[in-house]
């Protein structure tokens, strides 16, 4: 019964001394920001590490929510800062590197896999905003309108970010043949 509860009734229940009831929150949520984290970090282990720090910290941080009814957004941004904070820790490798052995290779599937660890390498290089706003829109397949209420900002600049993100893979991939 308690896990039909819509969000704005579920945090003043929690906040008002049920903190059990938050494992409704914990449950609602945990599959698909799960999904979004395994896109942003771009490893799983890593992805659910994030995805736990982010629900303690909105547990601890629960009644900094102002508008209890909008918890899944305000709850977005606390998983995408967990998912960059995750990212800036992770060791880089340069996407030179990657090229060089795609190019080494003749064996399609490994020429394939490179070929992933390329794109994996050129998401890296883009801004956090614009990685997060690339995902959501292309690997979530997420509409503008979607993102802008998570995001909390305006359709036309999401836009903007993933227009800027296409090019810019673009101009680090290249030919992907």
């Given at each position: 019964?308690?896990?039909?509860l819509p969000d704005g009734e579920v945090v003043p229940r929690v906040?008002?001394?049920?903190?059990?009831?938050?494992?409704?929150?914990?449950?609602?949520?945990?599959?698909?920001?799960?999904?979004?984290?395994?896109?942003?970090?771009?490893?799983?282990?890593?992805?659910?590490?994030?995805?736990?720090?982010?629900?303690?910290?909105?547990?601890?941080?629960?009644?900094?929510?102002?508008?209890?009814?909008?918890?899944?957004?305000?709850?977005?941004?606390?998983?995408?800062?967990?998912?960059?904070?995750?990212?800036?820790r992770r060791p880089a490798v340069p996407i030179e590197d990657v090229?060089?052995?795609?190019?080494?290779?003749?064996?399609?599937?490994?020429?394939?896999?490179?070929?992933?660890?390329?794109?994996?390498?050129?998401?890296?290089?883009?801004?956090?905003?614009?990685?997060?706003?690339?995902?959501?829109?292309?690997?979530?397949?997420?509409?503008?309108?979607?993102?802008?209420?998570?995001?909390?900002?305006?359709?036309?600049?999401?836009?903007?970010?993933?227009?800027?993100?296409r090019e810019t893979l673009k101009e680090l991939l290249g030919d992907?043949?």
């Amino acid at each position: 019964m308690s896990k039909d509860l819509p969000d704005g009734e579920v945090v003043p229940r929690v906040l008002a001394g049920d903190p059990e009831l938050y494992r409704v929150l914990v449950e609602r949520y945990r599959r698909d920001f799960g999904r979004i984290a395994e896109a942003l970090v771009g490893d799983p282990d890593a992805a659910a590490d994030a995805l736990q720090e982010a629900f303690i910290r909105a547990f601890r941080s629960l009644d900094s929510c102002r508008d209890p009814d909008r918890f899944r957004p305000w709850f977005y941004r606390i998983v995408a800062n967990q998912c960059h904070d995750q990212r800036r820790r992770r060791p880089a490798v340069p996407i030179e590197d990657v090229e060089v052995a795609a190019k080494e290779t003749a064996d399609a599937a490994v020429q394939d896999d490179e070929l992933a660890g390329r794109l994996e390498q050129a998401l890296e290089r883009l801004t956090p905003e614009q990685r997060e706003a690339f995902v959501m829109k292309e690997v979530e397949g997420r509409s503008y309108a979607e993102m802008a209420g998570l995001l909390d900002m305006s359709a036309d600049a999401l836009k903007m970010r993933v227009h800027r993100a296409r090019e810019t893979l673009k101009e680090l991939l290249g030919d992907l043949r």
